[in-house]
């Protein structure tokens, strides 16, 4: 598609329990980002893939926290034994070309994740 | 680390009026981009910066970048209300991630 999609664009789980939330890259887009927005305005970057690679993984939290982006699949950002900390807006964006610093990020509408 | 940071944090201007946010970085990078944000929306990409002395401009806003000064401007010209909204400068770090900073939130009041 033309614009990254993200689902769910809310999701409220209560604490301890699991929440996973998918992001579609626009087609043709090697590269996928995940970013936590935080109060607002504070964004984390928690990781990148180059199509089914992880590219960097240095944002994210190893505990709890895990990622996948599979041929012919949504990628997916899954929160094991969420915490009340865990809430935020978790963007994914997507770029196209092998040199990504030529391209701006394109982000989806994001995920609001409400830790209850 | 990479650290972004920007001022002001918030900014409240009269229509009509000019303004500049700004945009410091703490090591080495030519790339740098500016994102506008409204409330409960996504990143809308503004300007993408690729070289030092480069200078964007598209309507009411210009953006510019000293990558030796580790600095981007975005200069608003005659504000409008439909300029309210948050600016975002990020830069390209290790690794491609982006590096955010904090955040402007810009009203303006008619």
């Known amino acids: 598609g033309e614009e990254v999609a993200q689902t769910p664009k809310h999701l409220v789980r209560g604490e301890g329990q699991k929440a996973k939330l998918y992001c579609a890259p626009i087609k043709g887009h090697s590269y996928v980002f995940w970013y936590q927005q935080v109060l607002k305005n504070e964004f984390k970057f928690l990781i990148s893939?180059?199509?089914?690679?992880?590219?960097?993984e240095t944002g994210m939290p190893k505990e709890r926290f895990s990622a996948k982006c599979l041929p012919n699949s949504p990628c997916s950002l899954e929160i094991q034994a969420t915490k009340l900390e865990d809430s935020a807006v978790y963007f994914c964006?997507?770029?196209?070309?092998?040199?990504?610093?030529?391209?701006?990020?394109?982000f989806g509408d994001g995920t609001r994740l409400s830790i209850l | 680390e990479l650290k972004v940071e920007q001022n002001p944090l918030f900014l409240s201007m009269q229509e009509g009026k000019n303004y500049t946010i700004y945009c410091n970085y703490s090591t080495t990078s030519d790339r740098l981009y500016w994102y506008r944000q409204d409330p409960g929306k996504s990143l809308e990409s503004l300007f993408v910066l690729l070289s030092n002395g480069a200078v964007k401009q598209e309507g009411r806003l210009m953006a510019s970048l000293d990558t030796k000064a580790r600095l981007s401007t975005l200069h608003i010209t005659a504000a409008v209300h439909d300029l309210s909204a948050t600016y975002f400068c990020a830069v390209d770090g290790s690794g491609n991630q982006f590096y955010f900073g904090t955040g402007t939130s810009l009203t303006v009041i008619p």
């Open positions: 964006a997507s770029s196209q070309s092998a040199r990504v610093w030529n391209q701006p990020q394109h």
């Open positions: 893939f180059q199509n089914e690679n992880v590219f960097d």
